[in-house]
């Protein structure tokens, strides 16, 4: 049997400029245990050692998440390198800054004082400059809240308003380094 090893392949004419190469590993992590909070909480992590300082990682993540009594409470995914956040919306005036989608009362799929459903996914390229190992992690967190205790439910898609889940599903991080 023949075994064919490399660290890297490149296009006989070569890449186009700013273009990177190969994928050189993939790291996945998975659950289906479902987090019920009303505080902000760590969803998923996982970690990913770079075998070049000039690799890029590319952070992929999908999941579902359920809100009840969203009425003075607004969420947000925020990915972190590490404890550093990473890739965040640009700071404007009095809007919050998020990795990933954000929901709550500003939603206009969600009204005052009702329950929503949503689907999660987050693309981004991340450059972390190291070979050491580096632990990426997806968050959610309260970046507006008044009034009312809102619960959200990650790794749920469907909330009745009576407490009864309508699907329970996982939720999932992958990490692919990209040779720099």
């Known amino acids: 049997m023949s075994e064919l090893r490399t660290n890297r392949i490149i296009p006989r004419d070569g890449l186009p400029s700013g273009a990177?190469?190969?994928?050189?590993?993939?790291?996945h992590a998975f659950s289906d245990t479902k987090i019920e909070t009303s505080v902000d909480a760590d969803i998923i992590s996982a970690s990913i050692t770079p075998?070049?300082?000039?690799?890029?990682i590319l952070f992929m993540y999908t999941g579902n998440a359920a809100q009840e009594n969203t009425e003075g409470r607004e969420w947000a995914f925020v990915a972190y390198?590490?404890?550093?956040?990473?890739?965040?919306?640009?700071?404007?005036?009095?809007?919050?800054?998020?990795?990933?989608?954000?929901f709550?009362?500003?939603?206009?799929?969600?009204?005052?004082?009702?329950?929503?459903?949503?689907?999660?996914t987050g693309i981004l390229v991340d450059e972390p400059n190291t070979t050491s190992a580096v632990t990426y992690k997806l968050a959610i967190e309260q970046f507006y809240t008044s009034g009312t205790t809102a619960t959200v439910k990650i790794g749920e898609s469907g909330w009745d308003g009576t407490g009864i889940e309508q699907v329970t599903n996982g939720y999932s991080l992958t990490l692919m380094e990209i040779s720099g």
């Open 20 to 27: 990177s190469g190969g994928i050189i590993q993939t790291v």
């Open 51 to 56: 075998s070049t300082s000039s690799s890029k």
């Open 81 to 102: 390198r590490g404890s550093t956040q990473i890739r965040l919306g640009r700071d404007e005036s009095s809007n919050s800054r998020a990795t990933f989608q954000a």
């Open 104 to 120: 709550g009362t500003d939603n206009v799929a969600v009204n005052s004082n009702s329950n929503g459903s949503y689907t999660i």
